[in-house]
């Protein structure tokens, strides 16, 4: 899953870059307001963590011009300020949630699971398609019950997949979403990370629709 954090002050946002890569989340890092809505408005993100006190474009300025333009990305805000009036504008602008600044990284990462959970119809953080399943909390795959042994990368395409059941990703779209952005890769790498796990979870779990991509059943995922 991508993420997007816009974020201008240094060391919270190389945590929260640390913490998020090492829940198997691919992050990109923006440090002002008007390069931060650039890269929404432009570049397809699974969820975006938003601060409020930006330089060159404030918060609340580029999530209402994301929201105008139509884009519908889960946008979480974070902020120094504690009032209810920001908090309730916020929310009127469009975010999704709100985290006020301390914070500690298990509540972020709580509320960012749950947020990519709602976008996409999920109410709970086990993900399930047949006899496959995968506990997002702790980023485990079983199948039927026994544990699978996936790399990182494997992890993050078969959740991608399961988080949207259905639906067809041609492998450019699943690259942008499970690699990151300065990663150099062959342009057959996501065939290999999905041979990889046909191997490991059996041919019929990923199917492939021929000139268009490859997908998870919506019949069988929940």
């Known amino acids: 899953m991508r993420v997007l954090i816009v974020e201008d002050e240094a060391r919270l946002a190389e945590d929260l870059r640390r913490t998020l890569t090492a829940q198997n989340y691919v992050v990109t890092l923006s440090r ?6 650039f890269r929404g408005d432009s570049e397809d ?3 975006i963590i938003l601060d409020l006190g930006l330089p060159r474009m404030d918060g609340f300025s580029v999530l209402k011009r994301w929201r105008d333009s139509g884009r519908g990305m889960p946008v979480l805000i974070l902020t120094a300020r504690d009032s209810w009036r920001d908090k309730v504008d916020g929310i ?4 999704d949630d709100y985290l006020t600044k301390p914070f500690r990284m298990e509540e972020l990462l709580a509320r960012v699971r749950a947020l990519l959970r709602r976008a996409v119809g999920h109410s709970s953080p086990i993900l399930t398609n047949g006899l496959i399943e995968i506990d997002t909390r702790l980023r485990t795959v079983t199948h039927d019950g026994s544990p699978v042994s996936v790399t990182p990368l494997e992890y993050r395409l078969l959740a991608y997949l399961l988080h949207h059941p259905g639906k067809v990703f041609s492998p450019v779209e699943i690259s942008a979403h499970i690699y990151e952005e300065d990663l150099d890769r062959d342009s057959n790498a996501v065939e290999v990370v999905i041979a990889r796990l046909r191997r490991k979870l059996g041919g019929g779990v990923i199917e492939n629709r021929r000139g268009q991509g490859y997908f998870i059943s919506a019949e069988a995922a929940r």
């Open 32 to 37: 002002d307001g008007e390069d931060g809505w």
């Open 45 to 47: 993100f699974d969820l």
């Open 92 to 95: 009127d602008f469009g975010a």
